[in-house]
C-alpha cells in the first residue's frame, strides 16, 4: 500500500521522531509502506516524518540514479551499492568523515524545489536493520547525501535549513506558497472532519 506524503508546512515534518525500541511486525508492515511509498514516487529516501508518522524509520534507495555516484564501504573495503539497496534506516547515527562538498538536492515534501547543499562526505553510519541487527558502515557521495537528508528529516530538520541565505531568499516566495497551500488543506480537512456527517 502507497501512504500519502505530507509536504511543508505539515506539522508532522518538524517532528523528532520517537527512537524505535523494538522492530515489531507492525515496524517491518509500516517500512513495507514506506519502501511502496518512494518508489510511486521516484524518490530515492523517505523519512516516516513525511508521512506523517514520529517515528525513527526511513528508506533509501539510490539505484534509480544513474548519473551521480555514490560510495559504500563495509569494514573499510569497498563494497557493491546496488546490491546494499534498498537500505532500511532505525534510530541511524551519522558521523562525519570526510570534508564538506556542495550537491544539489531535493525533497518529495517540497514538489520542484532545488538547492545547494553542502555535507560532510564521506560519513559513518551506526544504524538498526529491519531486522533489528546493528549495522555499521561509510557512504559517500549520493548515498552519503541521501542518508544525511533522511537522518535530518528524522531529527525534525529540513533540507531548506542547511540552505545559504541567497539560496532560500531566491525560493522564499516558492517556500511560502507551498507551506500556505499545505496549511489551508489542512485547515480544510480539520473543518470537513468537525461538520455533522448528516445521517
Ligand atoms: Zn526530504
Redesign the pocket.
Known amino acids: 500500500m502507497s501512504l500519502t506524503v505530507v509536504q511543508y508546512g505539515h506539522p508532522a515534518l518538524r517532528q523528532k521522531g520517537a527512537r524505535v525500541e523494538r522492530v515489531t511486525p507492525e515496524i517491518r508492515d509500516f517500512i513495507a509502506e514506506l519502501l511502496a511509498t518512494m518508489r510511486d514516487a521516484h524518490g530515492i529516501?523517505l523519512?516516516a516524518q513525511?508521512v506523517g508518522r514520529a517515528i525513527q524509520v526511513a528508506v533509501v534507495d539510490v539505484r534509480g540514479i544513474k548519473d551521480r555516484p555514490s560510495q559504500l564501504w563495509c569494514e573499510g573495503e569497498p563494497a557493491d551499492v546496488a546490491g546494499f539497496m534498498p537500505l532500511v534506516l532505525i534510530n541511524p547515527l551519522v558521523t562525519p568523515a570526510g570534508p564538506s562538498a556542495g550537491g544539489t538536492e531535493g525533497?518529495?515534501?517540497f514538489p520542484e524545489i532545488f538547492g545547494e547543499i553542502y555535507r560532510p562526505d564521506p560519513v559513518d553510519v551506526e544504524t538498526l536493520d529491519e531486522d533489528g541487527q546493528t549495522l555499521k558502515f561509510r557512504a559517500g557521495g549520493l548515498l552519503g547525501r541521501a542518508i544525511q537528508?533522511e537522518v535530518d528529516?528524522l531529527n525534525g530538520i529540513l533540507?531548506i535549513d542547511r540552505m545559504s541565505r541567497v539560496t532560500r531568499d531566491e525560493l522564499r516566495a516558492d517556500l511560502e506558497g507551498l507551506q500556505a497551500a499545505t496549511k489551508s488543506a489542512l485547515a480544510a480537512e480539520a473543518k470537513a472532519a468537525r461538520a455533522p456527517s448528516g445521517g
Open positions: 529516501g523519512a513525511q525533497c518529495l515534501s537528508h528529516h533540507f
